[in-house]
């Protein structure tokens, strides 16, 4: 693995069902990002971790939950997953601390019909 | 007023203009700022950290106006290869978490 990592790349998904998003970074980094991105919104953040085994909620937290269980996996859980959750997200790390680039992942897109 | 605001464009340039870009943001307990590009359907990257003293990187400047709180972005000699979604990210203020504007939109056509 070089960088950060999400998989899968797509799906398609029914409502209804659950959906874990898996995103791995080999960088050592501490903090870790989730962002959903939508036409004319922009980048949404979902969650966030800033060491393992702490997470926080960003701007837009309801209908997904995380983990942060080691420095490297940070998967985003949507438990029963609804059509507005249609979107691409994507997953990124950096070094905690304000002056620190993030790194981001190719990104998934999900669809819910 | 939203944290972080930018003029969604699209902004559409010839090939070899100067163009520029403004992102305003409200914390004014803000110390660290970027310009992060993004290609359609692709990650956002780094394009360039925005420092107190400006920074200059080729053909991109950026600029910190901390008084009327707003960076910018200053593309010379635009390339057909700048056409792209710049982005602004500004730290909210106490914490580390970066917030995103919605981007501006750059077409430079031939």
């Known amino acids: 693995i070089a960088g950060i990592t999400q998989a899968p790349t797509s799906q398609i998904l029914a409502a209804g069902r659950r959906m874990t998003l898996r995103c791995t970074q080999d960088m050592r980094h501490n903090a870790m990002y989730w962002y959903r991105q939508d036409l004319g919104l922009g980048l949404r953040l979902i969650h966030y971790s800033n060491t393992a085994g702490t997470t926080g909620k960003g701007e837009v937290p309801d209908g997904y939950s995380v983990s942060r269980a080691n420095t490297d996996d940070f998967p985003l859980t949507l438990a029963s997953a609804v059509p507005s959750q249609t979107s691409v997200y994507f997953c990124?790390?950096?070094?905690?601390?304000?002056?620190?680039?993030?790194?981001f992942g190719p990104g998934t897109r999900l669809t819910v019909l | 007023r939203k944290e972080v605001e930018q003029d969604p464009g699209p902004f559409n340039v010839p090939e070899g203009a100067t163009v520029a870009f403004n992102c305003t943001y409200s914390?004014?307990?803000?110390?660290?700022f970027f310009w992060y590009r993004q290609d359609c359907r692709k990650e956002p990257k780094l394009l360039m950290s925005?420092?107190?003293s400006g920074n200059e990187d080729g053909r991109f400047t950026a600029q910190l106006n901390r008084a009327s709180q707003y960076i910018s972005l200053l593309i010379r000699d635009s390339k057909l290869s700048d056409s792209a979604t710049y982005l602004c990210v500004v730290p909210s203020g106490g914490s580390y978490i970066p917030t995103f504007g919605r981007g501006t939109s750059l077409i430079v056509h031939p």
């Open positions: 925005v420092y107190s």
């Open positions: 914390n004014s307990a803000s110390q660290s």
């Open positions: 990124a790390s950096s070094v905690l601390g304000s002056g620190n680039e993030q790194f």
